[in-house]
């Protein structure tokens, strides 16, 4: 049965304004083969906005069908762009909050990248817990001061103390985020000093830009700057921090134990009017971008061109799924060698190395995030691929 309240709020006054069916409910997942990729199980999507707080959720989502294992397969670790982007997140933490010999947790830390990265700049020792964690890709110089627990974050994790309570990109896949934010709450009890950091998408940019490629079964939950202030300042937070960082596609928010005199109100929490404005701008334009999409494919195929995606993550399957390019798009390119000769859950695309594209000399690259255009261009230059570079 669909959800009937907000997961934020409580409030009953959902607004519907999205669907999606049969799409593959895990997007991470790498698929040993064609065959079952092509047939990996398929959920539906119906996204509302909460016109009490401005939540968005897909009220059709199911937990229950979700895998997190070792085989997901979600780093962005493999960009020197990322990899300067987050070093110099973790540099600016350990200099603010003075997280030098102290103790961090990280919820959902994936290949655990970023905890190791805090512990190593800052001689702190941690702890990170996420179900897809993968032993052997642990960083040998931070072994010794970071510990992993490969499960989902729950109350058997409360008495783990921390300086920093990271979270970075998991509270968009969990559905009950209000529970979820009172759990990490009562972790902290009376103590002003632990900071909690939160990390999501910006889903005011997805709406702005009809990022149809941004919407998938995995991201049941959708924040703005204003939806995850209030989100936190009702389970008892004080808001320090809140901006929009890499590109302003990410907001991260910053938040201490909750003392309501103290609590401070941030001028770009004000944005529920927008938020509504733009949810019927989605609902209205976004198969216009579907169909400006398809157009551009079939001019560089029809005429016998070869297309290629950059970037094997969930944006392409979502890109791949909704588009139906099977005839136009034969391959997906990804710089992470975890991915290559694997194959996308619900199209069954094969992702290959960059090298690949030597032989294959594609006509058309389009990079499922413009951000790492740059970086995409210099390696097509390296290999001296001459193909039109576009973006999503």
């Not at 001689?123 to 490969?150: C, K």
């Not at 009376?190 to 830009?209: A, K, T």
């Not at 937070?237 to 938040?255: C, G, P, T, W």
């Amino acid at each position: 049965m669909p959800a009937t309240e907000c997961f934020a709020c409580g409030s009953r006054d959902l607004t519907p304004f999205y669907e999606q069916a049969g799409v593959p409910v895990n997007s991470c997942l790498m698929m040993p083969s064609r065959v079952e990729a092509v047939s990996y199980p398929k959920g539906d999507i119906r996204l509302v906005y909460c016109n009490g707080c401005g939540f968005i959720q897909n009220v059709l989502f199911d937990p229950s069908r979700l895998e997190y294992s070792p085989r997901y397969e979600e780093t962005q670790g493999f960009s020197p762009l990322f990899n300067q982007w987050a070093g110099e997140v973790a540099q600016r933490y350990i200099d603010q909050y003075g997280l030098r010999g102290k103790q961090i947790l990280e919820i959902g830390c994936g290949k655990g990248e970023f905890l190791s990265l805090l512990c190593r700049l800052g001689d702190n020792t941690g702890v990170g817990i996420d179900p897809a964690y993968v032993s052997e890709r642990q960083a040998d110089d931070v072994a010794q001061a970071v510990r992993f627990i490969t499960d989902f974050y729950g109350e058997q994790h409360l008495d783990i103390p921390a300086d920093l309570i990271a979270c970075r990109h998991t509270l968009e896949h969990i559905s009950p985020v209000s529970d979820f934010v009172e759990l990490v709450r009562r972790s902290i009890g009376d103590n002003r000093d632990p900071v909690v950091f939160f990390e999501v998408p910006d889903v005011m940019r997805v709406l702005r830009e009809l990022a149809f490629w941004d919407i998938y079964y995995e991201h049941c939950s959708y924040f703005s700057l204003g939806s995850l202030a209030r989100l936190f300042r009702a389970r008892d937070f004080d808001v320090v921090d809140l901006r929009m960082e890499y590109d302003e596609q990410y907001i991260l928010l910053d938040a201490i134990a909750g003392q309501t005199e103290y609590g401070r109100h941030w001028e770009v929490e004000d944005d529920m009017p927008e938020l509504s404005l733009l949810t019927e701008y989605f609902r209205d334009n976004h198969d216009a971008k579907l169909a400006e999409w398809s157009r551009s494919l079939k001019q560089v195929t029809n005429g016998g061109g070869r297309a290629v995606l950059w970037g094997s993550s969930s944006k392409a399957v979502s890109y791949l799924t909704t588009l139906e390019t099977r005839d136009q798009i034969e391959y997906v390119v990804d710089i992470n060698p975890y991915r290559h000769g694997k194959f996308l859950a619900g199209s069954g695309h094969e992702i290959v190395p960059p090298d690949f594209l030597k032989d294959y000399k594609p006509d058309l690259v389009i990079a499922m995030n413009p951000i790492y255009k740059p970086e995409i261009q210099e390696d097509l230059d390296r290999m001296g691929v001459r193909a039109e570079l576009t973006a999503v």
